[in-house]
């Protein structure tokens, strides 16, 4: 079955850097787009960044653009997003989701806490 494990998250400093990861098994990860999505506490869940299967395309949320980094690594089945000058606004819950077409799979998701 598929399976979504984010990992990498952390409490880190105002101004700090953090890479996440999410290891994809039970699909054909190469074959489909994949996404970050983080949920802050009594907030919606939004998207943060999306790239393409071939990673040859990435969008990201204004609230994040050029600050985090989306790629992926499809012989690894793994996700990244690299996020650097950490604000506390970007503290949330991250999770990662697979795109099948209008059908979703969800991670678990991993904790980022932005505080000194």
């Known amino acids: 079955q598929v399976q979504l494990v984010e990992s990498g998250g952390g409490l880190v400093q105002p101004g700090g850097s953090l890479r996440l990861s999410c290891a994809a098994s039970g699909f054909m990860f190469s074959a489909y787009a994949m996404s970050w999505y983080r949920q802050a506490p009594g907030k919606e869940r939004d998207l943060v960044a999306v790239?393409?299967?071939?990673?040859?395309?990435?969008h990201y949320a204004d609230s994040v653009k050029g600050r985090f980094t989306i790629s992926r690594d499809n012989a690894k089945n793994t996700v990244y997003l690299q996020m650097n000058r950490l604000k506390s606004e970007d503290t949330a819950v991250y999770y990662c989701?697979?795109?099948?077409?209008?059908?979703?799979?969800w991670g678990q998701g991993t904790q980022v806490t932005v505080s000194s």
């Open positions: 790239i393409t299967s071939t990673g040859g395309n990435t």
């Open positions: 989701r697979a795109d099948f077409g209008g059908l979703y799979s």
